[in-house]
């Protein structure tokens, strides 16, 4: 589904194209006026689109969504990690038990979604047009030593908390925000919790036991608990 | 009360024993059955559950429980209250109360005393529990309660006027502040010439009727008039830090002032301890008066605990707009209209 | 006759004197008032500060994060199944309509539709979760205002939706039947008669609040103009849900959303207000919760056969890919944007949900309103915290 190198003009590869001339005007209509700050973009035609655009015109696609395409919802904010759990599998032990090889040492690379990525780091926000219902998904790269991106707050006031959000979670500084404190964590927290390599203590410290049904009913004869796994049907 | 009961001549130490005791009496009873009645079992109905049912038959003995348990609660006192005015508070709100008990008469020779101003002291004595709710408020030594306290200023002050001129149409037809004299106007009263069931001046001054609850309702802080408490808002107001036996007591204050002020309202506008048909100085009522003026109080604090638990509250703003520019108005309106009444017929 | 500590005494009285007089001149300042974290009005741990005026607010912010439970991040070391276990607590009063946004962005990866059976029997619980949570809302709104009465009616009549819940999906409030495919388990037998009682139940109340509360006056006036929010700033706030239908903007993602519920499948109306005030918040939730009652009521009519599970491995590995889905919650708008990397677990969830936007609009709105008014609006707003702080 994901093709990193989409232009503007493919639709994604692989898939029947399909019209859907609504979602590509939009496209058209932010490559008209962003140049070369649209980087790529992915309709799904019927479903949803995505673009994803520079860092330096982050504001900018914001301005352009609002006032060119009708964007006038602004849906949410927040960001991506991309790099790869380092704590290798344990955090997700039930991979190891369902044949996966365990001795998984090396990192694996990194893989970016829809619309590809360049970063460590991915913004990421949605606004919605309450009158045609077609959402778009922006998508930008941020330094991965600095991440740092334009606050849309002078475009959607509701970016506020889910600036702030971003910033204590992610550690992604909001160029222009008033306001940049913690929102939900208490102020002397030190890390961004949803950074891939911030550990989730409570798994460090008790394993998730993989999957396995709880035990066996009455009546169901030889368990096959430990490898057939996930929710009885 | 005279100074004879049953043929028995009693020393003054004994009178002010017994009307010391009745006082009590006075005010723990009405508080006791309109908890019970309508705080508990009303209550409860209307909002389709059934209340304490364990304690006692249908729960009647659940007021004790509670009692009981106000009694065991530590007393707290914020760090930063003023500790004096803060104990004080709740005794300036009940000694209101028991200063209103005295003017209601309960028969023809059941009353604490007897003075040509009654109407005028008891509305005088009403607004001492202000004072209370201001040092509450104040000496809590916290933002809710204060915030509450001044609420319930500006409120009560405001309402004390609506109160005062309702009353007025009253006085004016019975043509005395006497409140004994204000059960017997009635008593003796004829509606155009017939006499049957004397004059309930509910019929004449039905305006002034309302005004009063009205302003009763305001005067008891209870709902829609409850921003002084407003636990939605101020936690509960001038409340907030009390805890314990002085919680109690203004509990207590609370429902016996709201009992108190309905068995004023039944005496003036209802017939007190009156019953048609008999005559009012038979020394029957000084037996089934009691009776007869809690049954009318129990009627009159129906309406108040009706409006209690229906109503949404009012904003400040709101509540003194009802009352400076509606209330009073109507009531001026009323006291002229009755006072022309008066002179045609 | 002064001695130097009396004359000391004198300048220093002097001084306190005149401070006096400058501050008699000056404005006084605010005061702050800090409502909750344990606060009635704040049904929760939702804190908000208030810089006041006497009454009035200058300027108020609200705090939270005394309920944040981190599930975005738990949701990554966990198989997408147990996903839903974790989303249910998110808004614990309509804790199934949680589970549908993110199976439905399961499904849209995986490319599996769940039958139309499912489909159907999903949008009956969807919207029986959606009475449950609504209905609290219209007693509540009467007790924030100091109205004791409607909210016992509102948990009297809440049970028997949850009743219904309950029978099939074994859980009150947090039901955790919703599966990538489908759904756990079939209606119980019977279930749709007495459902339709129930629904019968459910109009009474409805009745009930227009009498006890809607027409009430004092109702009337303290919400009729308060908390005034116009459409375009609810939109850029993000707000959804009746608070934004009730600033007139007609968006229902029931009706707009194209998402696999059968909500197409049935008559029904999308309400709006064109005030934008706390009264019409309110009207629009009562008259959604009297259209749920009818689409529940059309679907309980024709709930088509067949099976309530597609054919999907019983181990659920997700394509990679992204989705982002969202459905029309009881609080409003509720999304997942789930990103796979073709796991058993996800690699990123992100919640929107509906409080978390509906409630970042306060410090705008709750700006010169009175104190009184600051409880009418968060109420009107109606937010639960675990949907705030996820």
Not at chain 3, 15 to 33: H, I, K, P, Y
Request: aromatic letters at 10%; proline letters at 6%; glycine letters at 10%.
């Amino acid at each position: 589904m994901s093709s990193p190198d989409t232009n503007l003009d493919e639709v994604s590869e692989g898939h029947e194209p399909v019209a859907d001339p609504a979602r590509d005007a939009i496209v058209a209509s932010l490559a008209d006026q962003l140049g070369d700050g649209l980087v790529a973009s992915e309709v799904l035609a019927g479903t949803d689109v995505w673009v994803r655009v520079t860092t330096d015109s982050w504001l900018a696609t914001a301005t352009v969504l609002r006032d060119t395409c009708g964007m006038a919802y602004f849906n949410f904010l927040s960001a991506i990690d991309w790099m790869p759990s380092p704590f290798g599998r344990d955090m997700d032990a039930q991979v190891d038990l369902v044949g996966a090889d365990e001795s998984q040492v090396d990192p694996e690379p990194m893989t970016w979604g829809v619309t590809g990525g360049a970063t460590r780091f991915q913004m990421i926000a949605r606004v919605h047009d309450p009158v045609c219902h077609i959402g778009v998904t922006v998508k930008a790269d941020l330094d991965a030593d600095d991440p740092r991106v334009d606050s849309w707050m002078p475009v959607y006031p509701g970016a506020d908390w889910h600036e702030r959000e971003a910033w204590e979670m992610f550690g992604i500084t909001i160029v222009g925000h008033p306001n940049l404190v913690n929102l939900y964590l208490p102020s002397q927290f030190e890390g961004n919790p949803l950074r891939k390599d911030y550990p989730l203590l409570a798994r460090r410290v008790k394993p998730w036991p993989g999957i396995v049904d709880v035990e066996a009913m009455p009546g169901d004869g030889d368990g096959d608990a430990a490898d057939e796994g996930g929710e009885g049907s | 009360m005279s100074s004879t009961i049953l043929a028995i001549e009693l020393a003054y130490w004994q009178q002010t024993g017994l009307r010391a005791l009745l006082g009590l009496v006075g005010v723990l009873l009405p508080a006791g059955i309109l908890v019970y009645l309508f705080l508990f079992k009303m209550m409860s109905f209307m909002q389709s559950r059934l209340g304490p049912m364990e304690a006692g038959p249908y729960g009647s003995l659940q007021l004790l429980a509670e009692v009981g348990k106000f009694f065991q609660k530590e007393d707290l006192i914020p760090a930063a209250a003023d500790r004096v005015v803060f104990k004080m508070a709740p005794f300036v709100v009940l000694i209101s109360t028991f200063l209103l008990v005295l003017v209601i008469p309960a028969g023809p020779d059941l009353w604490f005393i007897d003075i040509d101003t009654g109407i005028f002291l008891a509305l005088a004595v009403s607004s001492i529990s202000v004072i209370g709710i201001l040092m509450a408020g104040w000496a809590s030594a916290s933002k809710y309660s204060l915030i509450g306290g001044l609420r319930a200023a500006g409120q009560l002050v405001a309402y004390e006027l609506p109160l005062v001129l309702a009353v007025m149409g009253v006085v004016i037809q019975a043509g005395t502040l006497n409140v004994q004299g204000i059960v017997m106007a009635q008593a003796s009263g004829e509606i155009f010439g017939w006499g049957g069931i004397g004059n309930p001046f509910i019929l004449t001054q039905f305006v002034g009727f309302a005004i009063f609850l009205i302003a009763v309702q305001a005067e008891l802080t209870q709902p829609p008039f409850d921003m002084p408490v407003a636990e939605s808002e101020l936690v509960t107001g001038y409340l907030t830090e009390y805890s314990g036996l002085r919680f109690l007591m203004f509990f207590i204050g609370e429902f016996a002032t709201a009992g108190i002020f309905s068995a004023l309202a039944a005496t003036m506008f209802l017939g007190g301890w009156y019953v048609p048909g008999l005559d009012p100085t038979d020394n029957l009522f000084n037996v089934i008066g009691p009776l007869v003026l809690i049954g009318k109080m129990v009627l009159v604090a129906f309406l108040i605990f009706w409006f209690r638990f229906t109503y949404p509250r009012f904003r400040e703003d709101q509540l003194q707009q009802l009352a400076w520019k509606f209330l009073i108005p109507l009531s001026l309106v009323n006291i002229v209209a009755t006072g022309i009444l008066k002179v045609v017929f | 006759m002064t001695d130097v500590s009396n004359r000391n005494q004198l300048a220093y009285i002097a001084a306190q004197a005149s401070d006096a007089r400058v501050n008699v001149e000056f404005e006084t300042e605010g005061m702050t008032l800090n409502l909750g974290p344990q606060h009635p009005a704040t049904h929760g741990t939702l804190r908000v500060i208030v810089k006041l005026d006497g009454e009035r607010v200058l300027r108020a912010d609200p705090m939270m994060g005394y309920m944040h439970r981190g599930y975005e991040k738990l949701a990554e070391v966990r198989t997408y199944p147990q996903v839903t276990t974790l989303v249910n607590r998110i808004d614990w009063l309509g804790s199934f309509a949680n589970e549908v946004p993110f199976i439905l962005a399961a499904e849209r990866l995986m490319e599996v539709e769940a039958p139309p059976r499912a489909q159907w029997i999903r949008t009956i619980l969807f919207e029986l979760s959606r009475i449950a949570n609504v209905i609290l809302f219209l007693g509540d709104m009467g007790v924030q205002l100091g109205a004791v009465t409607p909210v016992f009616f509102a948990f009297r009549d809440r049970e028997f939706v949850l009743n219904q819940i309950e029978a099939v999906t074994g859980g009150r409030f947090h039901p955790n039947f919703d599966r990538i495919g489908g759904l756990k388990d079939d209606i119980p037998k019977g279930w749709t008669e007495e459902t339709t009682g129930v629904l019968g139940r459910i109009r009474t109340f409805c009745d009930e609040m227009e009498d006890l509360v809607t027409g009430n006056e004092i109702f009337q006036a303290r919400t009729r103009g308060i908390g005034v929010i116009p459409a375009e700033v609810g939109l850029a706030y993000g707000l959804s849900g009746a608070n934004i239908r009730g600033s007139g903007v007609d968006w229902d993602l029931r009706r707009d959303g194209g998402v696999g519920l059968a909500h197409d499948q049935v008559d029904w109306k999308v309400w709006t207000h064109p005030d934008g005030d706390s009264f019409s918040r309110y009207w629009v939730r009562l008259q959604e919760v009297r259209e749920a009652c009818g689409i529940i009521e059309q679907l309980l009519g024709g709930i088509p056969s067949g099976p309530v599970m597609a054919k999907v491995p019983r181990i659920i590995k997700v394509p990679a890919g992204e989705a982002y889905v969202e459905t029309e919650n009881p609080l409003g708008v509720m999304g997942y944007y789930v990103v796979s990397k073709g796991d058993l677990v996800p690699f990123r969830v992100k919640i929107r949900s509906a409080s978390f936007s509906n409630i970042s609009i306060t410090p705008w709105v709750l700006e010169g309103a009175y104190v009184p008014d600051v409880v009418s609006i968060l109420a009107s707003l109606y937010f639960i915290l675990g949907d705030i702080d996820r």
